[in-house]
């Protein structure tokens, strides 16, 4: 079974501060993505990622930037974070069938 | 307008009833569809996906597809408790699964 493991289930950070959302699969699959999802507004793609040190913008990237040093971990930056990135964030790989396998999420609140 | 639209419910149904769940897009390039569910404070897992128009049925769930209303829908058939969740369509225009645009969301909870 695929695994996708999300570094925190539940984060709190102060505005402006520097934070990190890690992804890991234990799999060897290319594409990987990050999301938020809000209430109401459903999931959004912020970046997406298919091989080392390739990265694509998705629909919402701005405030976000990405890493993905080795095959298996793909990182979610908020260079600043803000109260408006207040989310629950997602991770996902594409398996081999073309489906969407997800984390657990994390939940980040920024004061 | 969003690009695909999904009443937010929350949708309370008796236990046994079935669950009519359905979204609207505007975008008729998309040819992929799906259906997630999602548990309280757990990621999305995919329930059923179908390419094009049609039906599809795996177990008590059934998945329509009608692309001339830009309209699909998912039936879950004899409800049970651990139906309750939150149920989102998907779509996309290239390989299903591939960069992926959501519905909102719709709650369901089946009541005992």
């Known amino acids: 079974d695929v695994k996708v493991t999300q570094s925190s289930r539940y984060l709190v950070k102060r505005t402006g501060e520097k934070v990190f959302l890690e992804c890991v699969q234990d799999?060897?699959?290319?594409?990987m993505f990050w999301y938020r999802q809000d209430p109401g507004l459903g999931l959004r793609l912020i970046y997406f990622?298919?091989?080392?040190?390739?990265?694509e913008k998705g629909d919402i990237p701005e405030g976000y930037s990405v890493s993905r040093e080795k095959k298996e971990r793909f990182s979610l930056i908020l260079e600043s974070a803000s109260t408006n990135q207040t989310s629950m964030y997602l991770c996902?790989?594409?398996?081999?069938?073309?489906?969407?396998?997800f984390g657990p999420g994390t939940r980040l609140t920024v004061l | 307008q969003k690009e695909v639209e999904q009443d937010p419910g929350p949708l309370s149904v008796p236990e046994g009833a079935i669950v009519s769940l359905n979204c609207t897009y505007s975008?008729?390039?998309?040819?992929?569809f799906m259906w997630y569910r999602q548990y309280s404070r757990k990621g999305p897992e995919l329930l059923m996906y179908?390419?094009?128009?049609g039906n599809k049925e795996d177990g008590r769930f059934t998945a329509q597809v009608d692309k001339s209303s830009k309209y699909i829908s998912l039936f879950i058939r004899d409800s049970q408790p651990s139906d309750s969740a939150t149920y989102l369509c998907?779509?996309?225009?290239?390989?299903?699964?591939?960069?992926?645009?959501f519905g909102g969301g719709t709650r369901v909870l089946v009541k005992p």
């Open positions: 996902a790989i594409l398996d081999g069938y073309n489906e969407q396998f």
């Open positions: 799999m060897d699959h290319e594409n």
């Open positions: 990622s298919y091989d080392v040190k390739m990265k």
């Open positions: 975008n008729s390039a998309f040819q992929y």
């Open positions: 179908t390419y094009s128009s």
């Open positions: 998907a779509m996309s225009v290239q390989a299903a699964g591939n960069k992926l645009t």
